[in-house]
């Protein structure tokens, strides 16, 4: 288990990193997009289109860390009230819910890559598949987090908490 935690650990870090290198550049794109339309009277055609696209990326990564991590939003109040055994079914339950969640973006959204191969992004002159990919690696991501979450409880391990108190980074 530790060195699936390793690995795991090592993929999130890097989706993390992946994450804020695309909000960087969607920054930047949208800066160059407002500077060329009121600065130069000539803003560039592609930058909205691949701003969405990194837009989507860095969603869909640091959503997927943020499962690992114990950071997706849950409702915790009633599970303030009920015993430590039922909060540990409630995390049970929310796990699972969400690794079909994380399946389900994977299924469709490989439909949705498929279905649309064909389709071109005129001022990017990429497949519009491409759109739906970080879809399917975020969902992924999601799924697998959430197996780990899953087996980390099975095992008596410590998890990063959602509704059991605290959150932060999975233990080693």
Known sequence: MQM??????????????????????????????????????????????????????FILLGAAVGTREGFHLSFDLITHLVPRRAKVMMDVASDLVVLIFGAGMVVYGGQLALGTFGATI???????????????????????????????????????????????VTEV
């Open 4 to 57: 699936i935690a390793t690995v795991l650990g090592a993929i999130a870090r890097v989706a993390l990193w992946l994450a804020a290198t695309c909000m960087i550049l969607m920054t930047a794109f949208v800066g160059w997009q407002v500077w060329g339309r009121y600065v130069l009277n000539d803003s560039p055609n592609w930058t909205e289109a691949l701003s969405i696209l990194l837009m989507s990326w």
């Open 122 to 168: 005129p001022v990017l002159h990429i497949s519009v598949a491409h759109t739906y990919l970080p879809v399917v690696v975020g969902g992924a991501l999601v799924a697998i987090f959430s197996l780990e979450r899953l087996a980390r409880r099975a095992a008596g391990l410590r998890v990063a908490a959602t509704t059991t108190g605290g959150h932060g």
